[in-house]
């Protein structure tokens, strides 16, 4: 076991030597590319790459089942069709998406990736909500509360204060354990929370619209965190 660089320190149960394998899943909403790029480059032990679902599905590099975790930050509402009408590349969606908890393979899903599919009972039971409106509010400064101190996740995070964009849908079910909440009301309540989705484990982040959450000091440690713990690295 390797002493691993925190954004806040150093942590001593991050497991192994090498970056872990992220495949960071986008398409269909609009992102600051440059800011969304930083911060993968900039999250230690963390080996990133961006990719449009179409790639992801393609598999061409033979690349899929390498990664350790997938983030989902898509917005895609149409639901995933495979039959032979589309164009090759997009033919393997929805079996792409449903080969999600046969294996150990992590799944984060990030800020609007909740919102995505929001007629899809499967996407619905991989983040635990089934009620996924559109409730949106824009340039929010939230206080983000640190629930349960002891998960992996959220050790040695402390209560910060950060701009981001709020959703108003429903809360996770019963078999998420939330992790971070707010109080703001134009927010659900939770803000970050995980479960297990078949055989993989999973971290659902509200939070991620833009640079200001990008650049906050604790928005990067839950998300390194979060990545670090569906990969079975923490």
């Known amino acids: 076991m390797r002493?691993?660089?925190?954004?806040?320190g150093v942590r001593s149960d991050m497991q192994?030597?090498?970056?872990?394998?992220?495949a960071v899943v986008t398409g269909c909403h609009p992102f600051d590319v440059r800011a969304f790029t930083r911060l993968f480059r900039e999250l230690p032990g963390i080996d990133a790459y961006i990719q449009h679902l179409d790639d992801f599905?393609?598999?061409?590099?033979?690349?899929?089942?390498?990664?350790?975790?997938?983030?989902?930050?898509h917005f895609h509402q149409e639901l995933p069709d495979d039959t032979a009408q589309?164009?090759?590349?997009?033919?393997?969606v929805r079996a792409s998406l449903e080969r999600l908890g046969t294996t150990e393979?992590?799944?984060?899903?990030?800020?609007?990736?909740?919102?995505?599919?929001?007629?899809w009972p499967f996407w619905s039971e991989v983040v635990?909500?089934?009620?996924?409106?559109?409730?949106?509010?824009?340039?929010?400064?939230?206080?983000?509360?640190?629930v349960d101190s002891q998960h992996p996740i959220t050790a040695g995070v402390r209560d910060w204060r950060m701009v981001d964009e709020v959703y108003t849908i429903g809360e996770p079910d019963r078999?998420?354990?939330?992790?971070?909440?707010t109080d703001h009301p134009a927010s659900m309540r939770a803000l970050a929370w995980v479960r297990h989705f078949g055989r993989a484990r999973v971290?659902?982040?509200?939070?991620?619209?833009?640079?200001?959450?990008?650049?906050?000091?604790?928005?990067?440690?839950?998300?390194?965190?979060?990545?670090?713990?569906?990969?079975?690295?923490i």
């Open 105 to 119: 393979q992590g799944i984060v899903v990030l800020h609007h990736g909740l919102v995505a599919y929001r007629g």
């Open 57 to 73: 599905v393609a598999d061409v590099g033979r690349a899929r089942d390498w990664y350790q975790a997938v983030v989902f930050y």
């Open 175 to 181: 078999a998420s354990h939330v992790l971070l909440a």
């Open 16 to 22: 192994g030597d090498e970056p872990i394998r992220v």
């Open 86 to 92: 589309n164009p090759w590349w997009r033919r393997g």
């Open 128 to 146: 635990g909500i089934k009620e996924r409106g559109t409730g949106f509010t824009p340039d929010q400064e939230i206080q983000v509360q640190v």
């Open 203 to 233: 971290f659902c982040y509200q939070s991620g619209h833009g640079d200001p959450a990008f650049s906050s000091p604790g928005f990067r440690q839950v998300l390194l965190n979060g990545i670090a713990w569906v990969a079975h690295v």
């Open 3 to 8: 002493a691993k660089r925190s954004l806040f």
